[in-house]
């Protein structure tokens, strides 16, 4: 497959790394195809890995950095964000994966639109329940007609917008991701899929059980969702 040099040139990929995780590395092996003039920052809270710069460096045409910021998965994405020198921002997930058809689709989607969130299907990967099947169908659903992706569904979008939204709430304990596509319909910005999808990790459904999981994601969703949606209505009613 030929390397992919359109709008992915001005791409800056952040991935936020959580203490000792190492699925970043399979993630990396997934970018080959990036341009050269593209760039990938893990954002993680420990210090560098011993041999992350040979293993990025034999993994990818295009640089990758490791930067060190302070826990917190909405400082380390906006961390990212600042130091990052595209003008196109792809938040991803560490064990998402994604395929080289992804990438494509991803460029054609940001050539179609330059002002808005770009998001990507939803699928699990075989690490946990078979049950996870039916989050992923809720979530695409979802998605579909309500426009309300979340995080692990990788955001990508021009960095001028990611400011004008006010970047990741800092202040919130989890739900940053859901907070900002409520800010982006408040700013009328708009949420499009991409014609692709991406896989994530259910290994948080196994460790915890599908059911108890999955209630608290529910719960957690609608008890943020409500107040915004109130803020939604007064502000597009407002004379």
Excluded at 23 to 44: C, I, N, R
Excluded at 120 to 145: H, V, Y
Aim: contains cysteine; charged residues 20%; glycine residues 6%.
């Amino acid at each position: 497959m030929k390397t992919l040099a359109t709008m992915l040139d001005d791409l800056s990929i952040v991935i936020p790394i959580g203490p000792g995780d190492s699925a970043w590395k399979s993630l990396l092996s997934d970018l080959t195809y990036l341009p050269a003039s593209a760039e990938v920052l893990l954002v993680g809270v420990d210090a560098e890995p011993e041999k992350f710069e040979h293993y990025a460096a034999t993994t990818l045409t295009c640089t990758a950095r490791w930067l060190q910021s302070e826990p917190g998965r909405a400082r380390q994405l906006n961390y990212g964000a600042e130091h990052a020198t595209g003008s196109i921002l792809w938040f991803l997930h560490a064990d998402s994966r994604v395929n080289p058809a992804a990438l494509d689709m991803l460029d054609s989607a940001l050539c179609e639109s330059h002002d808005s969130i770009h998001y990507f299907e939803l699928a699990f990967q075989a690490d946990g329940p078979r049950l996870t099947g039916i989050n992923a169908w809720g979530a695409n659903l979802r998605s579909r007609f309500l426009h309300l992706p979340f995080g692990d569904q990788g955001y990508c979008l021009a960095k001028h917008i990611f400011r004008q939204l006010g970047k990741f709430d800092e202040t919130v304990r989890y739900g940053e991701d859901h907070l900002l596509i409520w800010k982006a319909h408040r700013e009328q910005v708009a949420v499009r899929p991409v014609a692709a999808t991406l896989t994530t990790s259910a290994r948080k459904y196994k460790q915890y059980g599908w059911l108890p999981q999955t209630c608290v994601h529910l719960w957690r969703t609608g008890r943020q969702a409500l107040p915004q949606f109130a803020r939604l209505l007064i502000d597009r009613n407002r004379p």
